[in-house]
Structure formats: C-alpha cells, structure tokens
C-alpha cells in the first residue's frame, strides 16, 4: 500500500481525495486505498475540536506503529500534506493545533 501512495503522491489533489487503486510500480499493490477522516474545518466547541485534531496527529504519526499489518504507513509527502490540513483546522477562527 505504501508503493501504492507514493506512486499516486504527486498526483494527489489539494484536498487530498485520490483513488490509488492499480496504481503504477512493481512494488505498488493493487488493491490499496486510503481511510479518509472528515472533519469540519471551523470546530464548534474548541475543547473537543482540539482532542479531535490532536486524534488525527496522533494518527498519521505515533498512531501508525499501532496498526499492525492492517495498515501501512504513509508516504512522507502524503503526511506533510495531511500535517497542513489537521492544521488549518480552527475553532472561531483560532487554529487548534
């Protein structure tokens, strides 16, 4: 799955929905996909918004240790873009992380 993403990394879009499934490499296999979090960008009650932001950091760094061989990890620049996106995330207009 890893191969898979960063051969689909530099066309993923600015919002970050891609389909990496039959992506290109020999490495890269073929059935593989991204799990997606939606989240509200401006959060309505700042206390649980910024458990919900520090959830998803947690999730794309210390997190994926725990995921076994159900999940693998993400390519580098899928996690910086990701990183940018968890922080853009606010609360009245005051970012959360």
Do not use: C
Request: glycine fraction near 8%.
């Amino acid at each position: 799955m890893t191969a898979a993403a960063a051969a689909s990394a530099g066309n993923t879009p600015e919002d970050l929905r891609v389909y990496i499934t039959n992506a290109q490499g020999a490495d890269a296999y073929p059935i593989s996909s991204y799990t997606y979090l939606l989240a509200y960008k401006d959060q309505k009650n700042a206390a649980k918004g910024k458990a919900l932001v520090d959830f998803m950091w947690w999730g794309i760094h210390d997190g994926e240790k725990f995921t076994g061989t159900d999940y693998a990890p993400l390519p580098a620049e899928i996690v910086k873009r990701a990183e940018a996106k968890i922080n853009s995330i606010t609360s009245g207009g005051k970012p959360l992380r």
